[in-house]
């Protein structure tokens, strides 16, 4: 791990706010563990998809927290790591290299969140489309019903 991560991962229960929250299941812990992955590995591989941040934003969003929330702590941890790095990297080049690395994690949150939602949307959109399906199936059926009920009670006039 580059001495940049070592020292933003110093910053870890601060920026997560873990005296206020405690330190179990912390909103946005891997979301500050992304950025960390990320500084360590600045400049030795050209930046990809982080499986692992995919991985956690996705359970996530399946266990039942909402797109708005996983944003909006997204956002948090970016504030408070910003204040964060302001206040304890001496070097102004690694400060805006700590917030450019923090920047691109939050962009990758953010099409993580939103593919997942154009994916629900279409989910839901095929749903509706295969419901509405079976009603129109069901109410043709139950006009064939109709009419042969129709026709089987009306009596024979050729006597």
Do not use: K, N
């Not at 805006?96 to 939103?114: D, K, N, P, W, Y």
């Amino acid at each position: 791990m580059s001495d940049l991560a070592d020292r933003v991962m110093v910053l870890r229960d601060e920026v997560l706010d873990i005296v206020e929250r405690g330190d179990r299941d912390q909103p946005g812990a891997d979301l500050f563990d992304a950025i960390v992955r990320a500084l360590a590995a600045y400049g030795e591989t050209a930046p990809g998809i982080d499986l692992t941040l995919h991985d956690a934003i996705a359970r996530r969003l399946a266990w039942g927290d909402t797109e708005d929330v996983v944003l909006s702590e997204c956002g948090a941890v970016f504030d408070r790591l910003a204040t964060a790095a302001e206040r304890s990297l001496r070097d102004r080049a690694e400060e805006m290299l700590v917030l450019e690395v923090a920047a691109e994690v939050s962009t990758q949150v953010a099409r993580i969140v939103a593919l997942a939602a154009l994916g629900r949307a279409q989910r839901d959109r095929a749903a509706r489309s295969r419901e509405e399906l079976a009603q129109r199936r069901l109410r043709d059926a139950l006009a064939d019903q109709r009419s042969t009920l129709t026709r089987m009670s009306v009596p024979d006039v050729e006597d």
